[in-house]
């Protein structure tokens, strides 16, 4: 495996399953819901701040892919509010809430409720983590959703957020000792 359990997701964790899967610049920013440019983008950060993290809804995609590699990409993939109407459905206990869904997706917990109430398009990357947790079988697609939301809960921890659940915020530091040289200033 690629992903540590003890660090969050870097740049060079990105390109190492890029590297390992054979795919080419394109294919690795179509399977992360990213442009080629982005992906060089990754590595120039890594090369002026060396330890740079992803984005963390790209670290949740690549945690995936890395736990998962015979994961497919289907060419549709549904909708943020017809996916979160199955969970509710099929979810056993407390109904899951707009909020908590955006944000163990990586985005703001804002957009969950415009996803729903708009049917707002949501960002590429999270198309991409829509189709890998999507599935027709209920019990699967809850499993996949269970082991979305621990990926989500170990990235948050490893970035210095504790318990996303309850703060429902990403650490937004992508760059090692930003936050130090933030604080000393």
């Known amino acids: 495996m690629i992903c540590s359990i003890v660090r969050p997701v870097t740049v060079v964790d990105l390109m190492e399953l890029g590297q390992q899967r054979g795919w080419p610049n394109n294919d690795l920013s179509y399977w992360i819901g990213r442009r080629p440019k982005d992906c060089a983008d990754y590595v120039q950060d890594d090369r002026t701040h060396p330890g740079a993290l992803v984005d963390h809804d790209v670290a949740l995609v ?3 892919l ?3 590699p015979s994961s497919m990409m289907p060419q549709t993939a549904v909708t943020p509010r017809d996916l979160l109407v199955r969970l509710r459905r099929h979810l056993p206990g407390k109904r899951l809430g707009t909020h908590w869904f955006a944000t163990a997706l990586g985005r703001h917990p804002s957009i969950g409720s415009r996803w729903c109430r708009t049917n707002a ?7 991409r983590a829509i189709a890998l947790i999507d599935d027709p079988d209920p019990a699967v697609l809850c499993a996949n959703w269970n082991t979305w939301c621990e990926h989500a809960a170990l990235e948050a921890e490893l970035r210095g957020t504790p318990d ?3 703060s429902l915020q990403w650490n937004a530091c992508r760059f090692p000792g930003a936050e130090q040289a933030g604080e000393a200033a």
Do not use: E, G, N
């Open 121 to 127: 398009l949501p960002h590429p990357t999270v198309r």
């Open 164 to 166: 996303i659940r309850a």
């Open 66 to 68: 890395d736990r998962f």
């Open 62 to 64: 690549v945690r995936w």
